[in-house]
């Protein structure tokens, strides 16, 4: 659904880049709800996995980061395979508002000592997902219908961004 790509001018070696992807991914089966439970059991039942739950303005998600290596973008020279590089990834995986849907927030990056700092900026991200219409009036009728909350995720954001 949409991509952004980031850059660290402070990286050692350089320039380097990180992605910020999110995508819909439609749920088979018993659907999205179904997923996210089988991704409670995984997180219980191994949790040096890598997986935690989180609790998110639209529900609950889960948290999965990794180290991996992956192929170097770039050339190699013949004869010779792929020049392999580590990247971070982080991926919150939460269900849609239809329950027949995936939404996942993921992000990489081959500056794999900044991951704290990506981990932190995903979270942020995730914790502004909701599936609340923000043009709709409110619907208490007082001065503050449609603000959010004090105190809550949509107002820091609102507070940081105006």
Known sequence: MECAVSHEAQHADGVTFSVLTFSTIPASGGGAKLLIAGMAGTAADSPDEGIRPLELPCGLGFLVEEKRNMAAPGRTPEGSGPAMEAVWQGTVAATG???????????????????????????????????????????????????????????????DFG
């Open 97 to 159: 508002a239809n329950n027949a849907d995936l939404i996942v927030i993921q992000m990489v990056t081959p500056a794999v000592e900044l991951a704290g700092d990506c981990r932190d900026i995903l979270l942020g991200v995730a914790h502004t997902l909701t599936f609340t219409d923000p043009s709709l009036p409110g619907t208490t009728g007082d001065a503050n219908a449609g603000e959010p909350e004090p105190g809550s995720a949509a107002a820091a954001v609102r507070n």
